[in-house]
């Protein structure tokens, strides 16, 4: 079947602008994850959901960033007020639950000018 | 606290020489291990895992680790590199049980011809 699909690929926004990043996981997939992966760097935890509700959000970083996945499939990570050192390459990731190996997207590109 | 190291960022080799890519681990519990692959501007995908079992782990594209808990090491092998093995390789680790992987700074694999 098909991967996971996030949306947009890309993203450019201006500093202080409200951004939307998509995550459509593998189907029947229970678990969703949320990564950032900073230049140079490895992807880092941001939030994981078993089913509807984020069982843990430890990994974002302050206030500005919040995530929901109402129906248990498609998930959406949202970000206030955006700062430039909010531009990374946002990974969505998902596996049938939360102890089966995670499938990665192609991640949105995220720059904030 | 979970840590990655991947010491090598970059390893340059000729086409058809061996490679041997570097990660080490610390962990306080058993902890299952993964090598993810990462193509230019896409997401990361899965080459092979360790969750129990055998030591050494065979994935695709012809790669192979060994896990050595002693060491606390789990090398990614290739008898063989091919110049569309160029890419960046991630190792990851997560506690037995939980969903939280935590990655390494990657290592830059350059095949030359």
């Known amino acids: 079947g098909a991967g996971v699909s996030q949306t947009p690929s890309n993203k450019v926004t201006e500093k202080g602008k409200y951004v939307e990043l998509r995550c459509d996981p593998i189907?029947?997939?229970?678990?969703l994850y949320w990564y950032r992966q900073s230049l140079g760097q490895g992807p880092e935890f941001l939030i994981y959901?078993?089913?509807?509700?984020?069982?843990?959000d430890s990994g974002l970083p302050n206030d500005r960033f919040f995530a929901v996945r109402p129906e248990g499939s498609v998930s959406t990570l949202k970000i206030q007020r955006t700062e430039r050192g909010d531009s990374a390459v946002y990974l969505c990731?998902?596996?049938?639950?939360?102890?089966?190996?995670?499938?990665f997207g192609d991640g949105t590109r995220l720059s904030i000018l | 606290a979970q840590s990655v190291t991947q010491l090598d960022s970059q390893v340059p080799v000729f086409e058809e020489a061996p490679v041997e890519l570097r990660c080490n681990y610390s962990?306080?519990?058993?902890?299952?291990l993964f090598w993810y692959v990462q193509y230019p501007n896409q997401g990361l995908q899965l080459l092979l895992k360790?969750?129990?079992?055998?030591?050494l782990v065979k994935g695709i594209n012809g790669f192979e680790a060994e896990f050595n808990k002693s060491q606390t090491s789990f090398h990614l092998r290739k008898p063989s590199v091919h110049i569309s093995d160029t890419a960046e390789y991630f190792c990851?680790?997560?506690?037995?049980?939980?969903?939280?992987?935590?990655f390494g700074t990657g290592t830059r694999l350059k095949v030359l011809a």
């Open positions: 990731a998902s596996s049938r639950d939360g102890n089966q190996p995670q499938h």
């Open positions: 360790y969750l129990s079992g055998s030591t």
């Open positions: 189907s029947g997939h229970t678990a």
């Open positions: 962990s306080s519990v058993s902890v299952y």
């Open positions: 990851a680790v997560s506690e037995r049980g939980t969903y939280k992987y935590i």
């Open positions: 959901f078993q089913g509807t509700g984020a069982a843990d």
